[in-house]
């Protein structure tokens, strides 16, 4: 089974603190997802990538950047972390373009304070 | 841009009911549709999906999803829900999008199952 792994559950930060939420997966899939999840919300979709290098902004790309410089791994960015980025952060992959079938992290759970 | 509805925000049924969460899909093509479920704590996962063919679709876990062009609706069903059912579940939609493909989600159904 493909697994998405993102490697802080919880994170609890300070207001203006650089954040980076990790997720790895080991299947060689292309594609890389970062979506917030909302009570009332659902997930909305803040970046994605798909390949080396490239990315894509998503619906809420505002306050957040990426980084993919291996194939297995994205990073999500917050460059100045605010309290209103306090959220439920899911990682999600899929092999390619004509996949839709996403497997999904676990979740990091991040607080600003 | 596509966009998703999910009317019912919380719903509760009682073990051994019949269960009904409601999807409503716009999307200027035919649509790529799903179902996901989040259970407390975890990740998402795939419960369905339809593409195209036969507008009924069955799932995993006893879950079937019907498509209705004429509605531009993908409701989930289940005959008979269990206890273990009780989760958030999500509709999407999916389009393909610069390299890639993106999904867009509805806001989620909680459902509470009563034993």
């Known amino acids: 089974d493909v697994k998405v792994t993102q490697s802080s559950r919880y994170l609890v930060k300070r207001t203006g603190e650089k954040v980076f939420l990790e997720c790895v997966q080991d299947?060689?899939?292309?594609?890389m997802f970062w979506y917030r999840q909302d009570p009332g919300l659902g997930l909305r979709l803040i970046y994605f990538?798909?390949?080396?290098?490239?990315?894509e902004k998503g619906d809420i790309p505002e306050g957040y950047s990426v980084s993919r410089e291996k194939k297995e791994r994205f990073s999500l960015i917050l460059e100045s972390a605010s309290t209103n980025q306090t959220s439920m952060y899911l990682c999600?992959?899929?092999?390619?373009?004509?996949?839709?079938?996403?497997?999904f992290g676990s979740g990091t759970r991040l607080t600003v304070v | 841009a596509q966009s998703v509805t999910q009317p019912d925000i919380h719903i509760t049924v009682s073990e051994g009911a019949s269960l009904e969460l409601r999807c409503n899909y716009s999307y200027g093509a035919t649509p790529y549709l799903f179902w996901y479920v989040q259970s407390p704590g975890q990740g998402l996962q795939l419960l369905l999906k339809y593409f195209s063919g036969d507008t009924l679709v069955q799932g995993i876990k006893g879950f079937e999803a019907e498509f209705k062009r004429s509605q531009s609706s993908f409701n989930l069903r289940k005959p008979s829900v269990h206890w273990s059912d009780a989760a958030e579940y999500f509709c999407a939609v999916g389009a393909l999008t610069g390299g890639g493909n993106k999904l867009t989600f509805g806001t989620g159904t909680q459902l509470k199952v009563e034993l």
């Open positions: 999600a992959s899929n092999r390619d373009s004509t996949d839709y079938g996403y497997t």
């Open positions: 990538s798909y390949d080396v290098k490239m990315k």
């Open positions: 299947m060689d899939h292309e594609n």
